[in-house]
């Protein structure tokens, strides 16, 4: 027959195994904060890209932030651009991604 813990043997493996759960916690938030600099970092990359290739099409010195607002909701709402977008999007989504 298996032998009873005492309270002390009882109290000082909840002691370690609370030990633990701290340590893992801590582990956890540190991931999750790895995680989201990434995205961050991703993100930021991702902005970056995308506005030097909007820059070579739209000069910043020759258009307002708000003139470019205003085209790209004009074009976005023209049949023929969502017909493009989405043929590009159907073109690229058959083929693997390379960076």
């Known amino acids: 027959m298996a032998r009873t813990k005492t309270v002390e043997e009882l109290q000082a493996e909840q002691e370690r195994i609370e030990k633990e759960l701290k340590i893992k916690t801590q582990k956890l938030k540190a991931l999750q904060q790895q ?3 990434q995205l961050r970092k ?4 991702r902005l970056c890209t995308h506005g030097a290739m909007l820059e070579q099409y739209l000069p ?3 258009y307002s932030d708000k003139q470019i607002d205003e085209f790209f909701r004009t074009l976005f709402q023209l049949p023929e651009v969502v017909n493009i977008l989405q ?3 159907e073109q690229t989504d058959e083929q693997p991604e390379t960076r």
């Open 87 to 89: 043929w590009i999007k």
């Open 35 to 37: 995680e989201k600099e």
């Open 60 to 62: 910043p010195e020759e």
């Open 42 to 45: 991703e993100r930021t990359h």
